[in-house]
């Protein structure tokens, strides 16, 4: 079974961890600090912090200039800053809502603190004369200058005008816990820091070539960095004690990635033996066109998988048109033949629907059963297909992920498809993974992607899977000419739209997405159908969007196939995958909201034929500087590489490689993209580690990844 891993005591976990520690004073357990007992430390074992290494890897968020005193006479609203004065006067008021009012002065001027909640005892402790030293924002409130709930503390004359030493740090706020605490804690950990040191799990030889500071150096500066640091150089998290941490993190996630990918590929797999009957030759020898290089080349790299006892886990990237569905195929026949099960998961229905057609044009003729399995189709229907695919009559099943859900049972399954799968997590691929498990043995995994990604990028984020990359598009394609437009030339649009329908072409019209709601989309999509099929009443306009029924929109998807619908007007339901060669304009409405990786696969769905195709991008004016980069690049480049690289540019990989989705890379310093360059020296010190100090791997790991996000066997 694979679950995430029970990250305990490290103390609790048998002699081996308790060595361990000996070795790494930062293990010990955080009832060890001075002041630490057993109920503080209950709650924060709630927060995963349990050892004072936990308390180290804490990382603030950002900083605090509390090295200064202000004197109040200088403010004027507006700034954070640190103030002293002794205290004039304290009084409860009522002013809509009861509050303490506490009013200081430090001779230059004086200040009002505003406290809306309080206690008996605070209210108590404000006597005339106590001198205070507070941070807070100050504002302009009704009676002059004030700060409400300023952090605060009572201070002695001696301390007078001695501030922090160092910047102040802010922690990521942990329930319940307030930033004084967390900066007392973490104190306490940097007083054991001092003393015992830490350990360093990276070989010396990789971090001599870093020329970075030492980890002990780079966690003492980021949680109390000197009043002469470099803020800018903090702030953009690019100071070289930053760029220390952040190294170690990529390389515990890499080194994590690599471990989850060796445990699967030590689990035991079906060797599917060697293709006797010469099936796929026959197969390819069908077909109406010929396999590019290389979708031949992924193929053979599949093959070569397919042969060996230990489950494949191949990523296959090729951009949109690239003919991924072609090379599913192959290997799906593959697996069928060598009388076994396949899954072909898709992120949406009509998307499973369409590949439940090409399989069924294509694997037809050799009589390969199928079934269809998506959560719209229910009653006798879905009871029929999960009884051919329990009983191992059904050799493909095509669906979304309702393919995984209880109650589907699998015969054998030998191989699961994953289409798309910036759409599903790393938690899903695994779930599926778990569905095929069979006497023993997993299932084959391939999953396809049409966002390519750069390689170092891909070998960081992926590093859990090999990659084929289809990097051609089948021969006689015209590139799409791309056109930005303001949607107040819609009428010119619709006029290109009747154009190319008079040459038997096919169009595409996109609504935009509206909120979250299927059902504004819907009525959107209604509308401008209506609207066109007036403007262009000698054309057939259909409508497809998401609240139809699986039936309705397979009807309507068949009718555009046939020819028998000239415009498809829709909602971004078709943004993946769908295909009809015959289509050759594209008009995709609010362009300006979409992001690239969007754009680029709606796109995707002409230029397919050998006609030029054109994709038409109208926007509402005014745009913001993104947006507007966005359309330069899609009316520059038709490489889907390309855009990837440049919309890493403009938004960073977070959302490119759909990261909240799937949990992986949640990362504390360390930015993909920012820290891009230390990527292939996080990939070679991974492998150094894993060659020559294997033991080292699992303490990095567990330094660096919380619990949940962790993967492994138990
Ligand atoms: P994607 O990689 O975006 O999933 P598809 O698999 O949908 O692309 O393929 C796009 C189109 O190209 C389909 O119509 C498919 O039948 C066709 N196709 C695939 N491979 C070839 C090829 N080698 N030669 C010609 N057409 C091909
Ligand atoms: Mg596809």
Excluded at 537 to 546: A, W
Aim: proline share 6%; charged share 25%.
């Amino acid at each position: 079974m694979t679950r995430p891993i029970r990250a305990s005591n490290p103390h609790a976990n048998g002699p081996r961890q308790a060595a361990l520690s000996r070795h790494a004073p930062e293990l010990r357990p955080i009832t060890s600090l001075r002041g630490v007992g057993e109920a503080l430390a209950s709650r924060l074992a709630k927060l995963g912090i349990e050892t004072i290494q936990d308390l180290l890897f804490l990382l603030p968020l950002r900083y605090e200039d509390r090295t200064q005193v202000v004197p109040i006479g200088t403010l004027s609203g507006g700034e954070r800053v640190v103030i002293e004065g002794e205290v004039l006067l304290a009084e409860v008021a009522f002013r809509g809502r009861r509050q303490l009012l506490v009013r200081i002065s430090d001779g230059t001027g004086s200040l009002t603190l505003r406290f809306f909640h309080f206690t008996n005892a605070q209210q108590q402790s404000f006597t005339r004369g106590t001198r205070l030293r507070c941070y807070g924002e100050v504002r302009r409130g009704p009676s002059g200058l004030e700060i409400v709930h300023p952090e605060y503390r009572r201070i002695s004359a001696q301390e007078a005008g001695v501030t922090e030493s160092s910047l102040t740090p802010l922690y990521p706020l942990t329930e319940g816990l307030q930033q004084g605490r967390l900066r007392q804690l973490t104190s306490l950990a940097l007083r054991e820091l001092a003393t015992y040191g830490v350990t360093d799990w990276i070989p010396a030889s990789v971090l001599k070539k870093l020329a970075l500071p030492t980890l002990r150096e780079a966690l003492e500066y980021v949680h109390r960095p000197p009043p002469d640091a470099d803020v800018a150089a903090l702030a953009s998290v690019r100071h070289p004690a930053q760029r220390r941490l952040a190294f170690e993190e990529l390389l515990a996630h890499q080194l994590s990635l690599r471990l989850l990918r060796k445990e699967i590929q030590a689990d035991p797999g079906w060797a599917f033996g060697p293709d006797t009957d010469g099936v796929v030759e026959r197969f390819l020898a069908s077909l109406p066109f010929r396999p590019t290089r290389a979708q031949l080349r992924a193929w053979r790299e599949i093959e070569a998988d397919l042969q060996k006892p230990s489950p494949m886990l191949r990523l296959v990237q090729g951009d949109v048109g690239s003919g991924k569905t072609l090379v599913a195929a192959i290997a799906a026949l593959r697996a069928a033949s060598a009388g076994f099960q396949v899954a072909l998961m898709a992120p949406t229905e009509l998307l499973a629907e369409q590949h439940a057609r090409n399989f069924a044009t294509w694997l037809g003729p050799l009589d390969v059963p199928m079934v269809l399995l998506t959560g719209k189709r229910t009653g006798t229907a879905r009871a029929r297909a999960l009884e051919e695919l329990a009983s191992g009559h059904a050799k493909i099943a095509i669906g979304t992920h309702a393919l995984f859900q209880e109650g589907v049972q699998f015969h054998r399954l030998g191989l699961a498809i994953v289409d798309e799968q910036h759409r599903f997590g790393v938690h899903q691929r695994l779930l599926l993974r778990e569905k095929g498990l069979a006497a023993g043995r997993f299932p084959h995994q391939l999953i396809m992607t049409a966002t390519p990604i750069p390689r170092t990028l891909a070998m960081t984020a992926y590093a859990d899977l090999d990659v084929s990359i289809i990097d051609e598009l089948p021969p006689g394609r015209t590139p799409v000419k791309t056109v930005a437009l303001p949607e107040t030339r819609r009428d010119e649009v619709v006029m290109r739209i009747r154009e190319a329908c008079r040459q038997r072409r096919q169009a595409y019209w996109v609504c935009p997405l509206i909120e979250e709601s299927e059902q504004l989309n819907a009525q959107a999509a209604e509308d401008t159908a209506a609207a066109l099929s007036q403007a262009l009443h000698e054309l057939q306009v259909g409508l497809i969007h998401g609240r139809m029924k699986p039936r309705e929109k397979e009807a309507v998807m068949e009718r555009f196939k046939a020819g028998e619908i000239d415009v498809l007007v829709a909602t971004t339901v078709i943004e993946v995958g769908v295909d009809v060669p015959n289509a050759s304009v594209m008009v995709i409405e609010n362009a300006e909201r979409m992001g690239l990786a969007q754009l680029h696969q709606l796109r995707g769905r002409v230029g397919r034929g050998t006609a030029e195709s054109t994709c038409v991008l109208l926007y509402r004016a005014p745009l913001t500087e993104i947006a507007r980069a966005r359309l330069a690049v899609m009316r520059e480049t038709n490489d889907g590489f390309e855009i990837a690289r440049r919309d890493l540019e403009l938004r960073g990989p977070g959302e490119l490689l759909g990261t909240k989705q799937t949990g992986l890379m949640q990362l504390r310093v360390a930015d993909l993209l920012r820290d891009a360059d230390l990527l292939p020296r996080v990939q070679a010190a991974a492998e150094l580690m894993l060659a020559e100090h294997p033991d080292h791997v699992q303490p990095l790991i567990r330094r660096w990844i919380g619990r949940d996000e962790r993967f492994g066997k138990v």
